[in-house]
Nanobody
Framework: QVQLVESGGGLVQPGGSLRLSCAAS????????MAWYRQTPEKRRVLVAH???????KYAESVKGRFTISRDNAKNTVFLQMTSLKPEDTAVYYCNAFSNWTRIYDWGQGTRVTVSS
Protein backbone atom coordinates (compact mmCIF):
# COMPACT_ATOMS: atom_id res chain seq x y z
CA GLN A 1 0.00 0.00 0.00
CA VAL A 2 1.40 3.37 -1.02
CA GLN A 3 1.72 5.85 1.81
CA LEU A 4 1.47 9.58 1.34
CA VAL A 5 3.62 11.89 3.43
CA GLU A 6 2.77 15.56 3.56
CA SER A 7 5.34 18.14 4.62
CA GLY A 8 6.13 21.84 4.47
CA GLY A 9 3.59 23.18 6.93
CA GLY A 10 4.39 25.54 9.75
CA LEU A 11 3.65 28.87 11.33
CA VAL A 12 3.53 31.84 9.00
CA GLN A 13 2.33 35.42 9.31
CA PRO A 14 -0.65 36.67 7.32
CA GLY A 15 0.46 37.54 3.81
CA GLY A 16 3.23 34.97 3.90
CA SER A 17 3.88 31.92 1.74
CA LEU A 18 4.43 28.22 2.18
CA ARG A 19 5.07 25.35 -0.18
CA LEU A 20 3.59 22.02 0.77
CA SER A 21 4.86 18.73 -0.60
CA CYS A 22 3.23 15.33 -0.74
CA ALA A 23 5.55 12.43 -1.44
CA ALA A 24 4.41 8.90 -2.12
CA SER A 25 6.28 5.89 -0.78
CA UNK A 26 5.75 4.11 -4.07
CA UNK A 27 4.75 4.70 -7.63
CA UNK A 28 1.49 6.50 -8.31
CA UNK A 29 -0.24 5.99 -11.60
CA UNK A 30 0.00 9.00 -13.88
CA UNK A 31 -3.66 8.37 -14.65
CA UNK A 32 -4.70 9.39 -11.16
CA UNK A 33 -5.72 12.89 -10.34
CA MET A 34 -4.14 14.37 -7.24
CA ALA A 35 -5.71 16.74 -4.77
CA TRP A 36 -5.08 18.69 -1.62
CA TYR A 37 -7.71 18.87 1.11
CA ARG A 38 -7.70 20.69 4.41
CA GLN A 39 -9.46 20.18 7.71
CA THR A 40 -10.01 22.20 10.84
CA PRO A 41 -11.39 20.86 14.14
CA GLU A 42 -14.67 22.61 13.43
CA LYS A 43 -15.17 21.48 9.85
CA ARG A 44 -15.03 18.38 7.72
CA ARG A 45 -12.21 17.84 5.25
CA VAL A 46 -12.72 20.05 2.20
CA LEU A 47 -11.16 20.23 -1.23
CA VAL A 48 -8.56 22.94 -1.73
CA ALA A 49 -7.01 22.12 -5.10
CA HIS A 50 -7.16 19.36 -7.71
CA UNK A 51 -4.92 18.48 -10.63
CA UNK A 52 -5.94 15.98 -13.26
CA UNK A 53 -3.69 13.44 -14.91
CA UNK A 54 -3.43 15.85 -17.84
CA UNK A 55 -2.49 18.80 -15.67
CA UNK A 56 -5.82 20.64 -15.58
CA UNK A 57 -6.35 22.36 -12.26
CA LYS A 58 -9.31 23.34 -10.12
CA TYR A 59 -9.38 25.36 -6.93
CA ALA A 60 -11.75 26.17 -4.13
CA GLU A 61 -13.09 29.69 -4.54
CA SER A 62 -11.45 30.73 -1.28
CA VAL A 63 -7.94 30.01 -2.59
CA LYS A 64 -8.18 30.93 -6.27
CA GLY A 65 -5.40 33.24 -7.31
CA ARG A 66 -3.40 32.47 -4.17
CA PHE A 67 -2.67 28.75 -4.29
CA THR A 68 -1.10 26.72 -7.09
CA ILE A 69 -1.13 22.94 -7.32
CA SER A 70 1.48 21.09 -9.37
CA ARG A 71 2.78 17.57 -9.73
CA ASP A 72 6.02 15.85 -10.58
CA ASN A 73 5.05 12.43 -11.88
CA ALA A 74 8.64 11.25 -12.14
CA LYS A 75 9.10 11.86 -8.42
CA ASN A 76 5.59 10.78 -7.37
CA THR A 77 5.17 14.12 -5.67
CA VAL A 78 2.51 16.81 -5.65
CA PHE A 79 2.98 20.36 -4.43
CA LEU A 80 0.82 23.17 -3.17
CA GLN A 81 2.31 26.64 -3.40
CA MET A 82 0.40 28.93 -1.06
CA THR A 83 0.79 32.70 -1.15
CA SER A 84 -0.99 35.63 0.47
CA LEU A 85 -1.92 33.36 3.33
CA LYS A 86 -4.82 34.33 5.58
CA PRO A 87 -5.72 33.21 9.10
CA GLU A 88 -8.66 31.28 7.65
CA ASP A 89 -6.18 29.10 5.77
CA THR A 90 -5.14 27.62 9.10
CA ALA A 91 -5.79 23.88 8.93
CA VAL A 92 -4.21 20.49 8.54
CA TYR A 93 -3.55 19.84 4.87
CA TYR A 94 -3.77 16.40 3.28
CA CYS A 95 -3.15 15.05 -0.19
CA ASN A 96 -4.44 12.00 -1.97
CA ALA A 97 -4.83 10.39 -5.36
CA PHE A 98 -8.22 10.00 -6.99
CA SER A 99 -9.81 8.07 -9.79
CA ASN A 100 -13.15 9.49 -10.86
CA TRP A 101 -13.24 11.29 -7.53
CA THR A 102 -12.82 8.01 -5.65
CA ARG A 103 -10.01 8.24 -3.10
CA ILE A 104 -7.23 5.74 -3.77
CA TYR A 105 -5.14 5.65 -0.60
CA ASP A 106 -5.60 6.02 3.13
CA TRP A 107 -5.19 9.54 4.39
CA GLY A 108 -1.74 10.40 5.72
CA GLN A 109 -0.86 12.39 8.81
CA GLY A 110 -1.22 15.70 7.04
CA THR A 111 0.85 18.82 7.58
CA ARG A 112 -0.34 21.62 9.82
CA VAL A 113 -0.45 25.18 8.55
CA THR A 114 -0.97 27.98 11.03
CA VAL A 115 -1.40 31.53 9.79
CA SER A 116 -1.13 33.95 12.65
CA SER A 117 0.61 37.15 13.66
Amino acid sequence: QVQLVESGGGLVQPGGSLRLSCAASGSISNLYAMAWYRQTPEKRRVLVAHISSGGATKYAESVKGRFTISRDNAKNTVFLQMTSLKPEDTAVYYCNAFSNWTRIYDWGQGTRVTVSS
